[in-house]
């Protein structure tokens, strides 16, 4: 017997908003998608064991509602699962980067219309090893992007606030809190066979989509689809430089500047030159933990219905 679409629900996803207005939205959802079943995660890394579970136990089509954190998690899940599952997702959280990255409307009914009546695409993602926040080793999945250096700053800064005033407003605070003490930290990175390279970095992106924090254009050519990382490196900028090009970032220009350089490549390797610097991680929007990391492209191995 074919079961109902799963959702799993972020409760605190949208500042909360999802836990309040459930019951209302529960209504409008079944509207538009038709019967579904639910389950509550109830701290990090619950949806990812929820998803994980349902798609072994024949769920088929599993919805993440809630943000970034929450639709990275559930296609974790999916895909430890090792089933055919399909991630389909409900934007209501405060990041929105991996809807914008496949093109998805804002708004519930829109997006339940793309579940219901979309069409499965075959996307890729990214393999991560990591320390993690006790500095064990680690691994988990990325759809969008990974990054490390300033980025895992404001990542980790941007998430301890609770963001209270929504994504981007959130991560532009965080980002200029963070630029006060911040100082570009060295790393060794290998981008597949190419020799390694020393130098200073404000932020690697490895970037499976175009853009991360709350709609800042870091990769404006990476595709989920074509099998390749965009890697992008922001070398040793002033505090000045920084905030004077910060609307590069949103406009997606910032590609242009000399210290900025974009390389495709399908394994990226960086390891801290200083083998106690804590060079701090984000991915997908979350913190998890540092360098050093190997990261991975998996081609084609989520399917999403959009």
């Known amino acids: 017997m074919k079961k109902n679409p799963l959702?799993?629900?972020?409760?605190?996803?949208?500042?909360?908003?999802?836990e309040r207005q459930w019951a209302s939205l529960t209504s409008r959802i079944h509207t538009y998608l038709g019967p579904f079943d639910f389950r509550f995660t109830t701290g990090r890394g619950d949806a990812i064991h929820i998803a994980d579970e349902e798609a072994r136990?024949?769920?088929?089509?599993?919805?993440?509602?809630?943000?970034?954190?929450?639709?990275?998690?559930?296609?974790?899940?999916?895909?430890?699962?090792?089933?055919?599952?399909?991630?389909g997702v409900l934007p209501h959280g405060t990041g929105g980067d991996f809807r914008m990255t496949l093109g998805l409307p804002g708004d519930i009914k829109g997006a339940c219309e793309r579940i219901?009546?979309?069409?499965?695409?075959?996307?890729?993602?990214?393999?991560l090893?990591?320390?993690?926040?006790?500095?064990?080793?680690?691994?988990?999945f990325f759809v969008n992007t990974a990054s490390f250096g300033l980025s895992g700053r404001v990542a980790d800064r941007a998430n301890a606030s609770?963001?209270?005033?929504?994504?981007?407003?959130?991560?532009?605070?965080?980002?200029?809190?963070t630029l006060v003490s911040f100082n570009a930290p060295e790393i060794i990175l290998e981008l597949d066979d190419r020799p390694p390279v020393r130098l200073p970095v404000v932020t690697v992106a490895v970037a499976?989509?175009?853009?991360?924090?709350g709609g800042m254009k870091i990769a404006p050519g990476a595709?989920?689809?074509d099998g390749l990382f965009n890697v992008i490196v922001i070398g040793d900028l002033s505090t000045a430089t920084i905030l004077m090009n910060a609307h590069k970032l949103y406009s997606g220009t910032f590609l242009q500047m000399e210290q900025v350089s974009q390389i495709p490549a399908q394994r990226v390797k960086v390891t801290p030159v200083d083998p106690k610097a804590v060079i701090l991680l984000e991915v997908d929007g979350e913190s998890p933990g540092s360098l050093p990391a190997t990261f991975e492209i998996m081609p084609h191995a989520l399917?999403?219905?959009f």
């Open 162 to 177: 609770g963001k209270l005033l929504g994504g981007t407003v959130t991560y532009v605070a965080a980002t200029m809190r």
């Open 208 to 213: 499976n989509g175009p853009s991360f924090g």
């Open 129 to 140: 090893k990591y320390l993690d926040r006790k500095g064990n080793e680690a691994e988990r």
């Open 7 to 18: 959702i799993i629900v972020n409760p605190k996803s949208g500042r909360g908003t999802n």
């Open 116 to 127: 219901k009546n979309g069409s499965t695409h075959q996307i890729d993602v990214g393999r």
């Open 223 to 225: 595709k989920v689809d």
């Open 57 to 87: 136990n024949g769920r088929s089509l599993i919805v993440a509602c809630g943000g970034d954190g929450t639709i990275s998690e559930t296609a974790n899940g999916i895909i430890r699962s090792g089933t055919e599952a399909e991630l």
């Open 303 to 305: 399917r999403v219905r």
